[in-house]
């Protein structure tokens, strides 16, 4: 069993920058993938961006350039950085572990991005 903490979220204004964090603890493999997702009131999940045990990253064409997905394998947390903030970013945003064969979810933090 995997538990994930989330945390970072908040209000800020167009063109603005936060960082999320999500820590994982419990039962972890070596090899496993951390990923950062959001969802909008009346859409669906999507994958924002991608990180490998190995750092190899992968991102939603629409962050690119202006969210950079980080981890500590020492500490078995992810991080989301994001800049140059837009209204259309508002969504609550979650992480997702997979390790050991199984998908583990955190609760969620609102990100509200005000024009």
């Known amino acids: 069993q995997v538990h994930l903490v989330e945390s970072g979220g908040g209000l800020v204004q167009a063109g603005g920058s936060l960082r999320l964090s999500c820590a994982a603890s419990g039962s972890i493999f070596s090899i496993n993938v951390m990923s950062w997702h959001r969802q909008a009131p009346g859409q669906q999940r999507e994958l924002v961006a991608i990180i490998s045990s190995g750092g190899n990253t992968n991102y939603q064409e629409s962050v690119k350039g202006r969210f950079t997905i980080s981890r500590d394998n020492g500490k078995n947390t992810v991080y989301l950085q994001m800049n140059s903030l837009k209204p259309e970013d508002t969504a609550v945003y979650y992480c997702?572990?997979?390790?050991?064969?199984?998908?583990?979810w955190g609760q969620g933090t609102q990100v509200t991005v005000s024009s």
């Open positions: 997702r572990f997979i390790t050991g064969g199984y998908s583990y």
